[in-house]
């Protein structure tokens, strides 16, 4: 007997529980909480902010886990559009005296100092903190604010990290744009596009755990971003199935070759989806999107 897709996506469309959206709010005010109590960092300018796709609404059954960004504002990553800007802005500025080396090893110590050093794991981009019945499991990244300067009197406000392994390029990441972009998307799209993030998460971790090899080589993040980059259009259908279909149709048709998606950006629209820099390509993404038609069934 064939799937019922519809009543499988009408499932899998479906936002978080709001156990799940207070355990992960929970993790936040608790790390919050970490840094209001620490000597070093309570008198910082920092902020604490959820990420991901807790953040962004389309976390999905398999997102176990909740990413929190702690960034420091007091010193901060430039980045120039040419040398004369560079030059200009350089008169005026100063090598900050507090390193990111130093800001990471004080948050440590003071999510040890909140959790126990049991609780708590560094890795080389973040720190893991484990679970309990109050909290989702968290993944904490430190930030410094990394500022793309547009002008001598105008820049971006993103955020920057060093990983411990010092391997490049450095995390570039712009959780507010992303943010905003996506709340925009999914009100021109009838609140569907959220809803269909989360339908191809979760089907691309069904194939994943089917040995679907395509599925295991895409992040989670990237699926995102592939919606993201369909026609408003293809959302003003009446029921699930058929959007996907058309989300799928167009992104496929659009990912043969380079020349159609050479210009996409990640929901943020500040860094090109496909570019050397990134860490998967155009054409596994358009292996991911034919398997996925297969999967389903369409013709």
Same mark, same amino acid.
């Given at each position: 007997?064939?799937? *019922?897709?519809?009543?499988?996506? @009408? @499932?899998?469309?479906?936002?978080?529980?709001?156990?799940?959206?207070?355990?992960?709010?929970?993790?936040?005010?608790? %790390?919050?909480?970490? %840094?209001?109590?620490?000597?070093?960092?309570?008198?910082?300018? %920092?902020?604490?902010? +959820?990420?991901?796709?807790?953040?962004?609404?389309?976390? !999905?059954?398999? *997102? =176990? *886990?909740?990413?929190?960004?702690?960034?420091?504002?007091?010193?901060?990553?430039?980045?120039?559009?040419?040398?004369?800007?560079?030059?200009?802005?350089?008169?005026?500025?100063? *090598?900050?005296?507090?390193?990111?080396?130093?800001?990471?090893?004080?948050?440590?110590?003071?999510?040890?100092?909140?959790?126990?050093?049991?609780?708590?794991?560094?890795?080389?981009?973040?720190?893991?903190?484990?679970?309990?019945?109050?909290?989702?499991?968290?993944?904490?990244?430190?930030?410094?604010?990394?500022?793309?300067?547009?002008?001598?009197?105008?820049? #971006?406000?993103?955020?920057?990290?060093?990983? /411990?392994?010092?391997?490049?390029?450095? !995390?570039?990441?712009?959780?507010?744009?992303?943010?905003?972009?996506?709340?925009?998307?999914? /009100?021109?799209? =009838?609140?569907?596009?959220?809803?269909? !993030?989360? #339908?191809?998460?979760?089907?691309?971790?069904?194939?994943?755990?089917?040995?679907?090899?395509?599925?295991?080589?895409?992040?989670?993040?990237?699926?995102?971003?592939?919606?993201?980059?369909?026609?408003?259009?293809?959302?003003?259908?009446?029921?699930?199935?058929? %959007?996907?279909?058309?989300?799928?149709?167009?992104?496929?048709?659009? +990912?043969?070759?380079?020349?159609?998606?050479?210009?996409?950006?990640?929901?943020?629209?500040?860094?090109?989806?496909?570019?050397?820099?990134?860490?998967?390509?155009?054409?596994?993404?358009?292996?991911?999107? =034919?398997?996925?038609? /297969?999967?389903?069934?369409?013709?």
């Amino acid at each position: 007997m064939s799937r *019922d897709w519809e009543s499988v996506f @009408t @499932t899998w469309a479906q936002g978080p529980s709001k156990t799940e959206q207070e355990k992960a709010e929970n993790a936040e005010r608790q %790390i919050r909480q970490a %840094i209001q109590a620490s000597p070093k960092l309570q008198n910082r300018d %920092i902020r604490v902010f +959820t990420q991901g796709s807790y953040r962004n609404r389309v976390n !999905v059954r398999q *997102d =176990s *886990d909740v990413d929190i960004g702690v960034v420091c504002f007091d010193t901060f990553f430039p980045e120039y559009p040419d040398d004369n800007v560079k030059a200009l802005l350089e008169k005026s500025f100063t *090598d900050g005296v507090y390193t990111y080396a130093t800001f990471k090893n004080e948050l440590e110590e003071a999510l040890v100092a909140r959790f126990g050093r049991a609780a708590v794991s560094r890795g080389s981009k973040s720190f893991d903190v484990k679970e309990n019945t109050y909290r989702v499991e968290s993944d904490v990244a430190a930030f410094f604010e990394h500022r793309r300067y547009t002008s001598s009197t105008a820049y #971006i406000s993103g955020v920057e990290m060093i990983p /411990d392994d010092y391997k490049p390029p450095r !995390v570039r990441n712009w959780p507010e744009q992303h943010y905003a972009n996506g709340v925009a998307k999914n /009100d021109a799209t =009838s609140r569907r596009y959220k809803r269909v !993030v989360r #339908i191809l998460k979760t089907l691309s971790n069904e194939m994943s755990a089917n040995g679907i090899q395509s599925a295991k080589d895409t992040p989670s993040f990237l699926v995102e971003c592939l919606v993201f980059n369909a026609s408003n259009s293809r959302f003003n259908y009446m029921t699930f199935k058929q %959007i996907v279909r058309e989300v799928l149709a167009e992104l496929f048709n659009n +990912t043969i070759t380079d020349e159609k998606c050479s210009e996409w950006g990640e929901v943020s629209e500040l860094k090109y989806l496909f570019r050397p820099s990134q860490p998967w390509t155009r054409h596994g993404a358009h292996r991911f999107l =034919s398997d996925a038609w /297969d999967y389903i069934g369409y013709e």
